[in-house]
Structure formats: C-alpha cells, structure tokens
C-alpha cells in the first residue's frame, strides 16, 4: 500500500488540503494538534486572525540587523 494515489486523486487530496505559505496558518494547525478544543479560550479565533493580519501588514518584523540605539 506505498503506491502513490494516482493522478485523479492526487487532486482531489491537493483540493481538499491545500498548500500554506502562511506561516501563521501553519502554525494553528500545529499547535491546534496539541491543544484540545475544550482548552482553548474564547478569545482563541480572534488571537490567531490577528496574528495573520500583522503578517499581512507591510513592515519588518524582525529584530535582526536593526540597532537599538
């Protein structure tokens, strides 16, 4: 059973789980494995939503190469 799905249904599987090149999406996904619904707070849609709006936000994100002071 190592054969690859063949080609019709290589789409379908690429339809229904679709490549993130949000890093943020990714992320949930991860962490939401670990945590169980029953444990995640009110708040727990709207903190990940907003952490992929800052993504979105032109900018620099990083500390890296910036000087403090």
Not at 1 to 15: H, K, N, Q, T
Not at 24 to 36: F, L, Q, T
Request: glycine fraction near 8%; charge should be negative.
């Amino acid at each position: 059973m190592s054969e690859d799905p063949p080609p019709s249904v290589r789409g379908i599987l690429a339809r229904l789980h679709p490549a993130d090149d949000n890093v943020i999406a990714r992320a949930r996904r991860m962490v939401e494995r670990e945590v169980p619904p029953a444990q995640r707070g009110p708040g727990w849609d709207r903190h990940w939503r907003e952490l992929e709006a800052y993504l979105d936000r032109p900018g620099c994100w990083s500390a890296k190469g910036h000087d403090d002071g």
